[in-house]
């Protein structure tokens, strides 16, 4: 994907980066230091890095040389830098720390590798001992400066100073970023790093039934790593929904929708995942002295098993059920029916008008109208919009649709229910102010690598408070001068998992509970 081709006559900081998906359709120039990325047709690249003819190339090529991307000449492009921002870009997964007398890095073995869909195994954490240099430079990245503040104290040579820059900026570390303002610099999104993303590989991607019921690997690693959902992220007691795991939360607020709430309470979850959901519901109704009948439907026997694991030892009345949820549900009246980010996997067909019909979705509310209680609810939580035509996500290994939940509340309507639609957060009550940990996978991977080489061990892959995250690894941090970690307000979607904002609930109550 990267080709730092002499041939080309490019500087060391300059990649030709291609979508290899396309061929030779699409290419461009990768500036390795400032994370600014140009794309061309293969054809116009190629003749813009040699003989230019036409005006719009010649333009181009000015645009580019005043950015530095034909600086050769070491002492040139340091110039041209001096007056930029060192800082460690948000993006990056990696964690610098002293350990022992070196200082290390924990990275990824290909930055490329966090932007691709998810492998069958997890990426391979590499630990590097860094250079003198390097461990000064990035140490002055830490507390950001200007480039040029940075030269003078240094006392380097330009020739040094680039070197030490190119090897912290490769394409497979990308330890530095170079910002033009401080402004860009304090915003974390002007630093992430799409470049790479919008270059990346990946295989066609599977229907999601297809996907789910061959799974290859575990589920567990499925849903806790390669697809977080946010019952996953906060599957365990947090601020950010005052003090409740998400289970907890879920129960809360389906037991204030319910009509009746006799014992037993009988609950159907379909698509459960690693049953995390299911976990913290049931221990909450335990503790509350509430009697639940707990059934779990999936298409995956694979799934299923790994439910049964979390779930047996002290909750063995679960039912389970393999079944494809577009074809049936257990034959059984149930108090609440739920399906925690579910729907986006259902099939959806395209018409020749380019309209797209939720058609698994629909046949999933027409099969729940006679199998929900007159006085129960059914929940459908997704990410999607109010409005917006469903869009083909295929960032994984299968294909997902996002929900238009308008089409789905009049499909709803037109089928008796009540209605009621709202956003995920306010449904379970999360706190948007909550300050998280700012990391995807790969930063808690490498988080999780780095505490135990310093033998903290606990770290796992969840959304962190800034308040529990400080609370148990603060002193471990400040022992190994561990490279500044970010924390921002929930509203920034920036924590481990889904981003809540984009999630809404659909809650349905029975045509004839009315006529109650």
């Not at 009988?266 to 009948?293: F, P």
């Not at 960032?395 to 229910?417: A, K, M, P, T, V």
Request: a negative charge; charged letters at 25%; glycine letters at 6%.
């Amino acid at each position: 994907m990267f080709d730092n081709d002499a041939d080309l006559g490019l500087p060391r900081h300059v990649s030709v980066v291609r979508d290899e998906r396309l061929g030779n359709g699409i290419a461009g120039l990768f500036n390795q230091l400032t994370g600014e990325c140009y794309s061309f047709s293969y054809s116009a690249l190629t003749e813009l890095i040699g003989t230019v003819d036409s005006a719009s190339l010649t333009s181009t090529r000015a645009v580019l040389t005043e950015r530095g991307f034909f600086d050769v000449d070491p002492s040139l492009a340091v110039d041209r830098m001096l007056r930029y921002w060192l800082t460690m870009p948000a993006h990056n997964p990696s964690i610098i720390c002293w350990l022992g007398d070196r200082t290390t890095v924990f990275r990824p073995c290909t930055l490329e590798t966090c932007l691709l869909p998810r492998p069958d195994s997890l990426p391979q954490i590499l630990r590097e001992d860094m250079g003198d240099d390097e461990s000064r430079l990035c140490a002055c990245a830490a507390v950001s400066d200007t480039l040029g503040a940075i030269f003078e104290r240094m006392e380097w040579s330009r020739e040094r100073l680039y070197h030490t820059l190119c090897e912290l900026a490769r394409p497979d570390r990308q330890l530095i970023r170079l910002a033009r303002s401080q402004a860009q610099m304090a915003d974390l999104d002007a630093q992430m790093h799409y470049p790479i993303q919008s270059f990346m590989i990946g295989e066609p991607a599977k229907r999601a039934a297809e996907h789910y019921s061959n799974l290859s690997i575990s589920a567990e690693h499925n849903f806790n790593w390669c697809e977080p959902t946010v019952a996953y992220s906060f599957r365990k007691q947090t601020e950010a929904l005052r003090g409740l795991d998400y289970g907890a939360a879920f129960l809360e607020a389906i037991r204030v929708r319910l009509r009746s709430c006799e014992s037993p309470l009988r609950i159907l979850e379909v698509g459960g995942g690693s049953g995390t959901l299911a976990a913290g519901l049931l221990q909450t109704a335990d503790a509350a002295g509430l009697h639940v009948e707990y059934h779990l439907q999936d298409l995956s026997a694979a799934i299923l098993d790994a439910q049964k694991a979390l779930l047996a030892n002290r909750w063995g009345e679960v039912k389970y059920h393999l079944e494809d949820v577009q074809k049936s549900i257990p034959e059984i009246e149930f108090d609440c029916i739920v399906l925690n980010e579910v729907i986006a996997d259902l099939d959806v067909h395209h018409g020749d008008s380019g309209s797209v019909r939720q058609s698994g979705a629909e046949r999933v509310l027409e099969l729940i109208k006679p199998r929900l209680r007159r006085t129960g609810v059914a929940v459908l939580t997704e990410y999607g919009s109010l409005c917006q035509q469903p869009q083909v996500v295929a960032h994984l290994e299968h294909i997902e649709h996002s929900i238009n939940f308008d089409d789905l509340r009049r499909f709803s309507l037109g089928l008796g229910f009540g209605v009621e639609l709202l956003p995920l957060a306010e449904f379970l009550g999360f706190n948007f102010d909550t300050r998280m940990l700012v990391g995807q996978q790969e930063r808690n991977l490498c988080l999780k690598v780095a505490f135990d080489a310093l033998g903290s061990h606990g770290f796992e892959p969840k959304a962190y408070t800034e308040h529990e995250f400080c609370e148990q690894f603060g002193d471990v941090i400040t022992s190994a001068r561990m490279s500044k970690l970010s924390f921002a307000p929930m509203y920034q979607g920036k924590y481990f998992g889904p981003d809540v904002r984009q999630f809404l609930a659909l809650c349905l109550t029975h045509p004839d509970s009315s006529n109650d």
